[in-house]
């Protein structure tokens, strides 16, 4: 059992170069802008098998999306939708299955 902590952060350190624009370390948040808005990805500091991103609507118009969470091991999580107002933030969180080795990446989709 011991050694599952120390793969999750092996993991980590191989899947985050891979994606540094849209990726959040465990307790960290990555903060990035394309289409349209400002998001902000993070994971949770008590329960590191939740993450989301916070996003800044900066168009003229409504913006709805989601967040896109890969969960090592365990089936990748897609996070409620969220609509968000010209000028407002929204907030699309989810939480991976407890057998998961850990979130890998998380970015967000449009709808």
């Known amino acids: 059992m011991k050694t599952l902590p120390v793969a999750a952060a092996a993991l980590l350190l191989v899947v985050a170069p891979v994606f540094p624009a849209a990726a959040a ?3 960290g948040a990555v903060r990035t802008a394309r289409s349209g808005l400002d998001c902000t990805a993070w994971v949770h500091t008590n329960d590191p098998l939740t993450g989301g991103v916070d996003c800044e609507n900066d168009t003229g118009g409504t913006v709805t999306f ?3 969470i890969v969960c090592g091991l365990a089936p990748d999580v897609t996070g409620n939708s969220a609509t968000v107002p010209p000028g407002g933030v929204g907030e699309s969180r989810g939480t991976c ?3 998961s080795s850990g979130i890998g990446r998380i970015g967000w989709t449009v709808e």
């Open 66 to 68: 989601h967040a896109d």
């Open 25 to 27: 370390a465990p307790g």
């Open 97 to 99: 299955a407890f057998y």
